[in-house]
């Protein structure tokens, strides 16, 4: 990412840049400001929302008020895209998809009877749904020496 920044302010001098990452690229200085700092020795600010004000993790810090927005309910889990398909790998503890009998290594075939193979296609899924309701998850699982098995289970959101 330094390096796409530094070679954009080469190709426009005089231009400036806001660059929007996560906290972890940006506190302290580390990770982006830095590297980009050593290529072109522009200054740099760093804004934080929301963190632990240190001394030195940002020239500042603000703390935006909460929004009352919806949050899609979650499965819990953690997936990988192999080969076309959407893998599940593994369950955070107390994982609605784990109650239900998802196990690692199933993939995701249909989500409420729609298609499904990647991490959007769930995505959509989830944010049609309220906390409470029901997810129709289609899976083939396999089995060994006897292919897959395609199985559907309820997951209480």
Same mark, same amino acid.
């Given at each position: 990412?330094?390096?796409?920044?530094?070679?954009?302010?080469?190709?426009?001098? @005089?231009?400036? !840049?806001?660059?929007?990452?996560?906290?972890?690229?940006?506190?302290?200085?580390?990770?982006?400001?830095?590297?980009?700092?050593?290529?072109?020795? %522009?200054?740099?600010?760093?804004?934080?929302? &929301?963190? &632990?004000?240190?001394? @030195?993790?940002?020239?500042?810090?603000?703390?935006?008020?909460?929004?009352?927005? !919806?949050?899609?309910?979650?499965? !819990?889990?953690?997936?990988?895209?192999?080969?076309?398909?959407?893998?599940?790998?593994?369950?955070?503890? &107390?994982?609605?998809?784990?109650?239900?009998?998802?196990?690692?290594?199933?993939?995701? %075939?249909? %989500?409420?009877?729609?298609?499904? @193979?990647?991490?959007?296609?769930?995505?959509?899924?989830?944010?049609?749904?309220?906390? @409470?309701?029901?997810?129709?998850?289609?899976?083939?699982?396999?089995?060994?020496?006897?292919?897959?098995?395609?199985?559907?289970?309820?997951?209480? %959101?």
């Amino acid at each position: 990412m330094a390096e796409s920044i530094d070679d954009y302010l080469k190709k426009e001098p @005089g231009r400036r !840049m806001v660059v929007i990452a996560g906290g972890g690229h940006l506190v302290y200085g580390n990770g982006i400001p830095k590297r980009a700092f050593r290529r072109n020795s %522009l200054p740099y600010t760093i804004i934080l929302n &929301d963190g &632990d004000a240190e001394p @030195g993790i940002a020239d500042y810090v603000i703390y935006p008020p909460a929004l009352d927005g !919806m949050t899609a309910p979650k499965l !819990m889990a953690t997936f990988k895209e192999v080969g076309g398909r959407l893998l599940f790998n593994d369950f955070v503890k &107390d994982s609605p998809a784990q109650a239900a009998g998802l196990k690692a290594g199933d993939a995701i %075939l249909f %989500l409420d009877g729609q298609p499904a @193979g990647t991490l959007q296609d769930l995505k959509l899924a989830l944010y049609t749904k309220a906390k @409470g309701e029901v997810l129709l998850v289609t899976v083939a699982r396999k089995r060994f020496l006897l292919g897959e098995k395609v199985l559907t289970v309820e997951v209480k %959101l």
